[in-house]
Each structure stands twice: as C-alpha cells, then as structure tokens.
C-alpha cells in the first residue's frame, strides 16, 4: 500500500514560487507513473505534471509548461513552481499508480488508485 502526504503549499503574490512535496510510503519497484493533480473552486481536478519513476520522464500540461518542474526520489516526489499565476491557485494533489508506463491517459484522474490529501496554493495579483 503506497502512502502519500502532500506539504509545502502557502500563500504567494503572482511571480513567486513554491515547492510542493510529497512524501512517499510504502514504494517499491521503479515503474511508477506519478502525478500532480490540481482543482480550483468550482472546477474539475485536473493534471499538470507527470514523471514515469522508470526513466524519468516528465510530462506537463500546456498551461504549466516552462513554469512547473517535477522530480522524484525514492522518498519524495516535487513540483517546483516558478512565476506564478492567480490561475495557479487550487488545491495540489500528489498521485501515483503502480507498474503503469504513462500513457496518453496519464492526465485523467482515473489512471491513479493513490492519492494524497491536498495543500493549497493560493496565488494573489
């Protein structure tokens, strides 16, 4: 059973930055298809940035793209950000489903069967 506890959210003025964590229980293996989840009041979660454990890969969608970094170790998985946006601002899940080569389904929600808790970033103009 893979555990995971997201830390490291806060309140930030638009251009600054945060690193999210998520420290990771339980893992074994190497091929994992890890992700960062986000939802904002009002809308549908949705994926910003993925890392296949395998080889590293990184993934992101558009709107993050040159502004969001995702790493991992064996212990942790992160999500630097950088120039943030009020748009930016939701609640930041870690997720993370085993033995699974991110495929084009890797933004979906669905894809994941671990999920954290949450830690909100709130990002003010």
């Known amino acids: 059973q893979v555990g995971l506890v997201e830390s490291g959210g806060g309140s930030v003025q638009a251009g600054g930055s945060l690193r999210l964590s998520c420290a990771i229980s339980?893992?074994?293996?190497?091929?994992?298809?890890m992700a960062w989840f986000r939802q904002a009041p009002g809308k549908e979660r949705e994926g910003v940035a993925v890392?296949?454990?395998?080889?590293?890969s990184t993934y992101y969608t558009d709107s993050v793209k040159g502004r969001f970094t995702v790493s991992q170790d064996n212990a942790n998985l992160y999500l630097q950000m950088i120039s943030l946006k009020p748009e930016d601002t939701a609640m930041y899940y870690c997720a993370a489903r085993a033995n699974y080569r991110c495929d084009g389904y890797m933004f979906f929600e669905a894809r994941y069967n671990y999920w954290g808790q949450g830690t909100q970033v709130t990002v003010s103009s």
């Open positions: 890392i296949y454990t395998g080889d590293g």
């Open positions: 339980g893992y074994t293996g190497s091929n994992y298809c």
